[in-house]
């Protein structure tokens, strides 16, 4: 009897090492797993840290290259007057790297209130800006910004300019040049 409680207290015991060391084996792993879960996160945290400062040189890479050629442009807003819209009143905004083009309205020149069944009072707000023959047609553009180059500004617009010789040609042979936008679901004489 006594060898047998004696074998039964060791197995016990036995049994009582193997969860201690399965728990010791078990710790060991989640220490492990901690350890390389924590490496993993410390690996990635500067990965990441390391990609935001590359994509923060980048951008201030980008801002060195558009600073030197105009200076600290903020935004510019204003109207356009393309020869492959020449109809279409182009409204362009600009803020940051986002800008937006577009050709929603006609002209006044081209409206009947600018000329019929309207007092003169409504004529003349209609008719600033007004030169013949184009009637309101034209380039107006505002840039905000800080230490802007304006003379830089100036000869890129002027460049797109078209010359003496490409105005004189006509509507007719600017859309034959250059195309023509149709904004008005494919209907090719809505806007002439």
């Known amino acids: 009897v006594m060898d047998s409680q004696k074998d039964e207290e060791e197995e016990e015991e036995e049994e009582d090492n193997d969860e201690e060391g399965e728990e010791d084996e078990e710790d060991k792993e989640?220490?492990?797993?901690?350890?390389?879960?924590?490496?993993?996160?410390q690996d990635k945290a500067k990965s990441d840290e390391e990609l935001a400062l590359e994509k923060q040189q980048e951008a201030i890479e980008k801002q060195r290259l558009r600073t030197s050629v105009m200076g600290g442009l903020l935004r510019m807003k204003g109207f356009v007057w393309l020869p492959q819209a020449h109809d279409l009143k182009g409204?362009?905004?600009?803020?940051?790297?986002?800008?937006?083009?577009?050709?929603?309205?006609?002209?006044?020149?081209?409206?009947?209130?600018?000329?019929?069944?309207?007092?003169?009072?409504?004529?003349?707000?209609l008719r600033t800006d007004w030169q013949d023959p184009w009637g309101d047609r034209r380039q107006e553009l505002v840039f905000i910004g800080q230490?802007?180059?304006?003379?830089?500004?100036?000869?890129?617009?002027?460049n797109c300019l078209l010359t003496d010789d490409e105005f004189a040609m006509g509507v007719d042979a600017w859309k034959?040049?250059?195309?023509?936008?149709?904004?008005?679901?494919?209907?090719?004489?809505?806007?002439?």
């Open 30 to 41: 989640d220490t492990k797993s901690d350890s390389v879960d924590a490496d993993t996160d």
């Open 147 to 158: 230490k802007l180059k304006h003379t830089e500004i100036q000869g890129i617009l002027d």
């Open 91 to 125: 409204v362009i905004s600009q803020a940051g790297n986002m800008i937006r083009t577009d050709f929603e309205s006609r002209w006044n020149v081209l409206e009947r209130k600018a000329y019929e069944n309207t007092d003169e009072k409504a004529k003349a707000a």
């Open 176 to 192: 034959a040049l250059m195309g023509c936008v149709f904004l008005d679901n494919g209907d090719e004489t809505a806007y002439g």
